[in-house]
């Protein structure tokens, strides 16, 4: 047994020391793995806490990353905004008041108050979109409020152009107080005050005028006067701002009016500021709560702080309002003639007619005027300075670059003192002329013969263009055209500025115009010859309201600002014309007809000189238009009609030329010394230069005719103060003989006697007598003399005397009761129609009134009337 218990035991040792054994090795294993584990666990911790570390870094830096971008951003942002309120608010809208000045502009801005209060540095404007988009109502500190209210208006005054913001102030409480400081402004009515009971007629008004400007304006086309701007640049109204301080209570009607402007006006460009009256929220209107510091709000940026800018200094609200007051009253700007100009030059037919615009009607949209069968001829009338001459240039203008000269020509004749149709011909600093100028006239105002002359001319070319449309069987130019379309038919225009001057003097030339317009008035329409006739004042012009067909046939009228009587006698619409406006009707000046129109600046010779060269240098032909100037002396050597004067085989009969008519053609005054009695020419008058002048033009006109021995020259010259120039004269002729005082008896004896003998003369004989009411030599002279005068002419001996009074050549020819028929031509200088009478026809006397260098020429044998002449200077 022991055995076994000691086996047993041993069994049980060896059970223990196994199990002993495989504690300690499970005890091992464990402490190992525990050791492990909290190696582990060490590790973990120390990773753990690592990353965190890294982590929290990370964190940093992203944070701080998220941080910069933030500000970055933002300070983009604020950067844009601030950027996009410059944008918003240039100029007058947003500058700061240090800096500030009127910077007009045709479209509308958002209007700074003050800065938004962003949690960053960046300085971002509060701008009020007011102007063409709504209304501002201000709360709050009424002080703080008032300042607001007067940058507003400051700036919308400055980003309009001048007169473009107008200003009607309500103010019951303080009577206009709360605006006094844009005062400046009233005169020029910027600025219009509404009396403490005037609130409801107001609101009524701007109604009225919201309706009218949906209806007549924006005409269904544009839903806002915004939307107009931007399609066509033009700004046909002005905006209205109505600001009403302290209102208090409104009447209900007053409440509706209002509602009603707050909804309907902004597009109409009719805005309200308020100040101190309760207006419920609604859209477009700007809500500003004014206060001191950073308390200030604006609807528009919510919960935002607004610190708003002070109000702006008085100085520069003064300099400010004056200026513009200043600008409106000085009138709108010049449009530029180019407005009125085609795109391609020269490319209309005038058959039918010639349409051209005159200029812009409010609403910007270009006025065509037309003259044709209907209306034919055209009245302009405008008080002085009104720029009726302006109007005609434009008006020339826009029709000379629509129409080449083969579709139109001008006839133009100023009457006023001054030479301002003279551009259109060549000048000596300007050598370029307006193709379709046919004639020019200036300076015609004493010499209203010259504007019979053109009505002559206009009337036979009337003859002329009547006769051919007879031929081919029509009745007006268009159907000529058409039927010789080889033939030249421009249409017509003839121009007279101040023409009541050629209708002045009650006088033969009055009748006789007067007589030639109504016919060509009557007649012209349908030959495509048009008048257009302007004066300073139509309303006193009697030969023209004395003939009502006349005016009639003048259905175009046109009136410049404060034209009296050129419209229909209720007519009013000139007197309310802004400057540089003209209303153009078609119908006489009915009120239906009228049409405003705002004239571009023409007559600005730079403006004008672009075109005329340009069309200049695709003129047809190189005729320059005749120029008529009443200023200038002639020349003999210019005269067409002198320099076809050649010496002939056979000499007809000599002609002598005495000076240049006044007529479109510049002839030169005739008469023929045929050998026949009393073909003698007497020069009569005073004054010395200009009888020389005339006796040296016929002279040399004569000599141009013979060879040099064909005629003899004997001059006489018993007046000292012709001496120069009658040996001047001698001087220029050939084989000329000279006499005076001493030995006149040689040449007067010698005349005489050949003038009595029965054989003719071989050859002419011209005797020039200088002052031959100083004959010498008593009455044997004076015999001599009187029997060259009449039986002379028949031997070919002709006297070409000066006489220095028409008593005195009468005493020549024997006295009162003698004939006068040895003159059978004269020309009279400072001698008055009534003296003259002795040797005029019948028993009238010319009518004509002595002036410096013009004469009276009268040929017994070819006229039935005088006709004033212009000596040729005595140097030609
Ligand atoms: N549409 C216009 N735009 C700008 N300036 C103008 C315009 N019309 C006229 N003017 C200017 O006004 C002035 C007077 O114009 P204009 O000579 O045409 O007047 P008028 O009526 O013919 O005067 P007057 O009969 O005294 O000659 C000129 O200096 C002219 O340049």
């Given at each position: 047994m022991p055995d076994s218990t000691s086996q047993q035991v041993m069994d049980i040792r060896a059970g223990l020391s196994h199990a002993l054994g495989a504690a300690s090795t499970a005890l091992d294993a464990a402490r190992a793995g525990y050791t492990r584990a909290v190696d582990r666990l060490r590790r973990v911790t120390e990773a753990a806490e690592a990353r965190r570390h890294k982590v929290a870094a990370a964190r940093d830096t992203r944070l701080a990353e998220i941080d910069q971008q933030h500000k970055t951003d933002l300070a983009a942002y604020a950067e844009a905004a601030a950027a996009a309120a410059d944008r918003a608010a240039p100029g007058a809208a947003g500058d700061p008041w240090d800096d500030w000045q009127p910077t007009p502009h045709d479209q509308a801005a958002e209007l700074r108050i003050g800065r938004l209060l962003l949690p960053h540095p960046e300085d971002v404007p509060a701008l009020v979109p007011l102007l063409d988009r709504g209304h501002v109502v201000v709360r709050g500190d009424r002080a703080t409020g008032d300042e607001v209210v007067a940058g507003l208006l400051l700036r919308a005054l400055g980003t309009?152009?001048?007169?473009?913001v107008q200003i009607i102030g309500y103010d019951p409480e303080h009577l206009g107080g709360g605006l006094a400081r844009f005062a400046p402004l009233a005169p020029a009515n910027v600025l219009t005050f509404v009396g403490p009971g005037g609130l409801g007629a107001l609101l009524d008004d701007l109604t009225g005028q919201v309706r009218r400007i949906n209806e007549t304006v924006l005409a269904g086309e544009y839903s806002s006067l915004r939307e107009l701007n931007l399609a066509t640049h033009r700004r046909p109204e002005p905006w209205r701002i109505a600001v009403l301080l302290g209102v208090g209570e409104l009447s209900r009607a007053e409440q509706a009016h209002l509602q009603r402007l707050l909804r309907t006006g902004a597009a109409c460009g009719v805005h309200l500021v308020i100040q101190g009256m309760p207006v419920p929220a609604g859209e477009g209107i700007e809500f500003i709560t004014a206060a001191p510091g950073d308390r200030a709000r604006m609807s528009s940026a919510g919960s935002l702080p607004v610190r708003l800018d002070p109000g702006p200094p008085q100085p520069v609200v003064a300099a400010a309002c004056r200026r513009i007051a200043e600008a409106v009253a000085a009138g709108p700007a010049p449009v530029a003639l180019d407005s009125l100009l085609p795109q391609v030059e020269w490319q209309e037919t005038s058959a039918t007619g010639l349409t051209a615009p005159l200029g812009d009607s409010p609403l910007g949209v270009p006025v065509p005027v037309t003259l044709s069968d209907y209306p034919p001829h055209a009245l302009i009338a405008g008080p002085s300075g009104t720029g009726k001459t302006n109007l005609i240039y434009a008006w020339m203008g826009a029709l000379a670059a629509r129409y080449s000269p083969a579709e139109l020509a001008f006839y133009l004749l100023d009457f006023k003192e001054g030479v301002s149709f003279a551009r259109f011909a060549p000048g000596r600093r300007d050598q370029t002329w307006l193709p379709h100028v046919r004639l020019v006239g200036v300076n015609v105002n004493t010499d209203r013969e010259f504007g019979l002359a053109l009505l002559r001319f206009l009337g036979e070319e009337l003859r002329r263009r009547a006769d051919a449309a007879k031929q081919h069987e029509v009745t007006n130019l268009a159907e000529l055209r058409a039927e010789d379309p080889e033939g030249s038919w421009p249409r017509i225009v003839a121009v007279i500025d101040e023409f009541q001057v050629l209708l002045s003097g009650r006088d033969a030339v009055e009748k006789e115009a007067v007589d030639l317009l109504e016919d060509l008035a009557r007649r012209g329409r349908s030959q495509g010859i048009h008048l257009i006739l302007a004066s300073q004042?139509?309303?006193?012009i009697e030969a023209l309201w004395g003939r009502p067909a006349l005016v009639a046939q003048f259905s175009l009228r046109i009136a410049l600002p404060r034209a009296r009587r050129v419209l229909a006698e209720q007519n009013t619409a000139a007197e309310s014309l802004p400057r540089y406006h003209a209303v153009v009707n078609a119908d006489s000046g009915a009120v239906e007809a009228n049409r405003v129109v705002r004239v571009p600046a023409a007559g600005d010779r730079e403006r004008w000189n672009a075109l005329q060269h340009r069309l200049w240098r695709r003129r047809p032909d190189d005729h320059p238009p005749r120029l008529f100037d009443g200023d200038v002396v002639p020349r003999l050597a210019d005269s067409p009609d002198f320099r076809r004067l050649t010496p002939a085989e056979q000499m007809p009969a000599p002609v002598v030329l005495l000076g240049e008519t006044i007529d479109v053609e510049a002839r030169s005054a005739r008469t023929v010394l045929r050998r026949a009695p009393g073909r003698n020419l007497a020069v009569l008058g005073t004054r010395t230069e200009e009888a020389c002048a005339i006796i040296a033009t016929a002279a040399l006109s004569l000599a141009a005719q013979f060879p040099p021995e064909g005629a003899r020259y004997s001059i006489l010259c018993l007046d000292p103060d012709a001496r120069p120039a009658a040996a001047a004269l001698c001087a220029q002729l050939p084989e000329c003989g000279w006499y005076e005082h001493d030995n006149a008896d040689w040449v007067l004896e010698d005349a005489a006697a050949e003038s009595e003998a029965s054989w003719p003369a071989d050859r002419p004989h011209f005797l020039l007598i200088y002052a031959a009411d100083a004959l010498p030599g008593g009455k044997s002279a004076a015999d001599q003399l009187r029997t060259i005068l009449r039986q002379g002419p028949e031997r070919r001996i002709h006297v070409l005397g000066w006489w220095r009074g028409a008593a005195l050549l009468r005493d020549a020819l024997g006295g009162p009761a003698s004939r006068t028929d040895p003159i059978g031509s004269w020309v009279a200088l400072d001698v008055h129609g009534s003296e003259l009478s002795p040797f005029y026809p019948g028993t009238t006397t010319p009518s004509w009134y002595p002036r410096p260098w013009r004469a009276l020429h009268f040929d017994r044998s070819v006229h039935r009337g005088a006709e004033v002449i212009i000596p040729y200077g005595a140097g030609s």
């Open positions: 309009a152009p001048p007169g473009g004042d139509v309303s006193g």
